[in-house]
C-alpha cells in the first residue's frame, strides 16, 4: 500500500508546482504587455506638453459612452491587481516550497551555475513591489508635493506633463526610477527565460539561448524606453 500511494502524492505536489509557474508566466506575459503600452504612452513625453496631456485624456475618455469616464483605466487597474495577486501568490508557494526542499548545503554549487538575475529575483520583485506602490502614490492615488521645478498643486492637477516634468527634475526622484528599472530589466530577463522554461521551450541549447536572447531584447528595449523620457526632462530641466 506504502509503495502505491507514494508515487500519486509525488504526482500531486508535480502537478501543483507546474501549475504554479505557469500562474507566473501567464501573469507575467499580462505585465510585459501592459509594460509596453505604458512605455509607449510614457514616449509621448517626447512630443511635448499637448501630445502627452491629449494621450492622458484620452486614456480616460476612452470608450465613451459605452464605458463611463475612467472605465478602461479601472479595467486595466483590476486586470493587474488580479495578475499581482496571482504572481505573488505563485512566487511565494514557489519560494516556500524550493526551501523546504533544497538543503542548505547544496546553495554554493546552485549559486556557481546561476546568473546574478537569477540569484536577485525575489529581492528584485520585493523591490519592484515597494516601487509600484511608491509610483502609485506620486502620480496616481495621493500625488503628494514630491515636485520641483516650481510646479503649483493646481498646475499638476490640470496637466499630467507638468507633473512628471516637475517630478523628474529632481535628481533624487531619477536616481528611484533608474534602480527600479535597472530591478526590472534584471526581472524580465530571468523571467522571460523561466517562462519559456515552463511552457517547455527550452530542450535545446538553442532554444535556451535563444530564450536568453529574447528576454535580454526585451528587457533592453523597456529599460531604455522607459528611461528616455525622464533623463530627458531632467537634462531639460538643468
Known amino acids: 500500500m506504502a509503495t502505491t500511494t507514494l508515487p500519486a502524492k509525488k504526482k500531486g505536489v508535480a502537478s501543483s508546482s507546474i501549475g504554479l509557474k505557469m500562474l507566473m508566466a ?14 509607449y504612452g510614457n514616449l509621448k513625453a517626447l512630443a511635448g506638453q499637448e501630445a502627452f ?25 483590476i486586470v493587474l491587481i488580479l495578475a499581482l495577486v496571482g504572481h505573488v501568490y505563485a512566487a511565494l508557494k514557489l519560494i516556500a516550497r524550493n526551501n523546504a526542499a533544497r538543503p542548505v548545503r547544496y546553495q554554493v554549487k546552485k549559486n556557481i551555475g546561476s546568473t546574478l538575475a537569477s540569484r536577485t529575483m525575489r529581492w528584485g520583485g520585493l523591490a ?3 516601487f509600484v506602490i ?3 502614490i506620486q502620480f496616481t492615488i495621493v500625488k503628494p508635493n514630491l515636485y520641483g521645478d ?7 492637477k490640470e496637466s499630467p506633463y507638468v507633473m512628471i516634468s516637475a517630478a523628474f ?19 524580465l530577463y530571468h523571467g522571460v527565460y523561466s517562462a519559456s522554461q515552463t511552457m517547455g521551450l527550452n530542450n ?35
Do not use: K, N, Q
Open 134 to 136: 511608491f509610483h502609485l
Open 26 to 39: 501567464g501573469t507575467g506575459v499580462i505585465f510585459i504587455l501592459y509594460v509596453l503600452l505604458h512605455m
Open 204 to 238: 535545446t541549447a538553442t532554444a535556451r539561448a535563444r530564450a536568453r536572447a529574447i528576454g535580454a531584447v526585451l528587457a533592453a528595449v523597456i529599460v531604455v524606453g522607459f528611461l528616455v523620457p525622464p533623463v530627458y526632462i531632467f537634462i531639460d530641466s538643468l
Open 53 to 77: 496631456d491629449t494621450y492622458a485624456h484620452h486614456l480616460r475618455t476612452f470608450g465613451e459612452p459605452m464605458l463611463p469616464y475612467g472605465g478602461l483605466l479601472w479595467i486595466v487597474r
Open 150 to 156: 516650481g510646479a503649483t498643486a493646481e498646475a499638476i
Open 169 to 187: 527634475a529632481m535628481w533624487w526622484v531619477l536616481l528611484i526610477y533608474v534602480l527600479a528599472l535597472v530591478a526590472l530589466g534584471m526581472h
Open 128 to 130: 519592484l513591489f515597494i
